[in-house]
């Protein structure tokens, strides 16, 4: 090989290694970018829980997967009558309420066990009043028509009144009717009970964005909270407690990574009243590590992170 060759060859050697070096370096900056850390939100989240070790913060919002198929056996027995019609009363059969006024009080407990919210309508009114991002369910109704009797809304008892502002329900439609259609719609991602502690979380994902789950050595919670704010902008998160259950009610939860890995994070919370509700929780690989460990004592198929 002649001196002009071995200088071509050692060239060419030296901008493969420069490529490699340069693919490594970027593999680590990409890396280090999706390395986070729940720290500031655990900082704001211990003065809510003064008794409890805070062990897991989500840092992106919990969303209900409506495609998700576990559920499909309870839309199984849905008629394609009712299904297209959408008749919240046709529901009640199916739905295993006999009495539509008992099972509204039935949804109500749960709920009432697990936020502790409804005591008192003022506070529940207050939480509500203060989320800007739902809109008012009896907004978009025509106005009556000049003439018209103008609609009176529904009497409800103070606690019921407490229920429907929480979840910004419509006060000119039965309560029953309208949690029947909240069921209905939710049907592939619950175990489809709402008088149950998955129901009862459910309608807290069902009226509430930017909830993300926390973790502590006692109970699970679901708060109100929002996104991290850029580096260079103040962080005036005031995170709220919608909704909390002892960890001992968990009987299992069972997590996969989904088809995107690091995009999605699928689980399935299983309660010891049998009911069971399916979360994706769109997370990088540090979060969901984060809530694994955080969860490692509670049995449920878990991924290798």
């Known amino acids: 090989m002649t001196s002009g060759e071995r200088g071509r060859l050692s060239r060419f050697t030296d901008a493969v290694l420069g ?11 990409l890396r280090d970018e999706f390395r986070t850390s729940d720290e500031p939100e655990r900082a704001l989240v211990a003065p809510l829980l003064p008794d409890q070790e805070v062990r897991y913060v989500g840092l992106a919002p919990v969303r209900a997967d409506e495609m998700h198929r576990a559920g499909s056996q309870f839309a199984d027995t849905m008629s394609e009558a009712v299904a297209e019609s959408l008749e919240p009363r046709a529901l009640f059969g199916l739905l295993n309420i006999v009495n539509p006024v008992v099972w509204v009080d039935a949804v109500m407990t749960p709920v009432r066990i697990a936020a502790g919210v409804l005591l008192l309508p003022g506070k529940a009114a207050a939480l509500a009043g203060g989320v800007a ?14 003439g018209a009797e103008a609609r009176q809304p529904l009497p409800l008892t103070p606690e019921q009144e407490a229920f429907r502002a929480l979840f910004r329900l419509s006060q000119y439609r039965p309560l029953a009717d309208q949690l029947a259609e909240i069921a209905y719609r939710r049907r592939y991602v619950f175990s489809g009970d709402l008088a149950t502690l998955a129901g009862s979380l459910l309608l807290f994902l069902e009226r509430y964005t930017g909830t993300p789950l926390t973790v502590t050595d006692t109970h699970l919670h679901l708060l109100r909270m929002g996104r991290r704010p850029d580096e260079d902008r103040p962080d005036r998160r005031q995170p709220r407690l919608l909704w909390s259950v002892e960890r001992h009610r968990v009987a299992r939860i069972d997590c996969d990574h989904g088809a995107a890995r690091l995009m999605q994070f699928p689980s399935t919370i299983v309660f010891d009243d049998g009911s069971w509700i399916r979360i994706v929780n769109p997370a990088t690989r540090d979060d969901q590590a984060r809530f694994l460990a955080a969860i490692r004592d509670i049995p449920g198929q878990r991924p290798a992170i």
């Open 19 to 29: 490529g490699a070096r340069a693919a490594r370096d970027k593999a680590r900056e």
């Open 133 to 146: 991002d739902a809109a008012d369910p009896d907004a978009g109704l025509p106005a009556p028509r000049q």
